[in-house]
């Protein structure tokens, strides 16, 4: 979709949500993950689109998919760049390139369910998550560039999940 047609499609959307803002209000699409048996998984969109997983040879796995966790540093990666996009074009900036990078630092004990040496468990989700922007585009200042990355930070929701801490609610159906 050219830039026109993206700036056009965001200033709909506002115009119909500073109309009836309750119209923002929406159930995002389901994920549905289903074991392959060992520690593979088939995770599916309604469309029928799928990711698969396995883990690491190291903790039982085959090795040859992508783990759950890197699908959720591509998720926030992929989301932020994607809003960084969109805020380009409605503000009519040009885009020459944009990359964006999210990576992570995790304590595997946590996975295991295992305990610190004082006995306190130790946390199972990412320590620390780091996020590199890379973006050019000809003839906006830096500073312009930097207030667009910014604010498409502020406005993602992946990112926003992981730094608001969304809470999980969990509720089981077993099978007779």
Do not use: F, K, Y
Not at 25 to 34: E, V
Not at 83 to 107: F, K, N, P, W
Not at 133 to 143: L, M, Y
């Amino acid at each position: 979709m050219a830039a026109e047609e993206i700036a056009a499609a965001w200033r709909r959307a506002e115009s119909v949500l500073q109309r009836r803002p309750e119209s923002g209000l929406h159930d995002d699409s389901t994920a549905t993950a289903r074991w392959d048996g060992g520690l593979r998984i088939a995770a599916s969109h309604a469309n029928g689109a799928q990711m698969l997983t396995d883990m690491p040879v190291e903790l039982g796995g085959t090795g040859d998919r992508v783990t759950p966790g890197w699908l959720l540093r591509a998720g926030v990666a992929s989301c932020t760049a994607t809003r960084i996009a969109m805020s380009a074009a409605a503000q009519g900036i040009a885009l020459r390139s944009l990359e964006v990078s999210t990576s992570s630092r995790s304590d595997l004990r946590g996975l295991l369910g295992m305990a610190d040496a004082d006995g306190a468990p130790v946390g199972a989700g990412p320590l620390d998550v780091e996020m590199r922007v890379r973006i050019a585009a000809p003839g906006v200042s830096d500073e312009r560039l930097r207030a667009l990355v910014e604010e498409s930070c502020r406005c993602s929701p992946m990112a926003c999940a992981l730094q608001d801490a969304v809470p999980l609610a969990l509720h089981i159906e077993l099978e007779p």
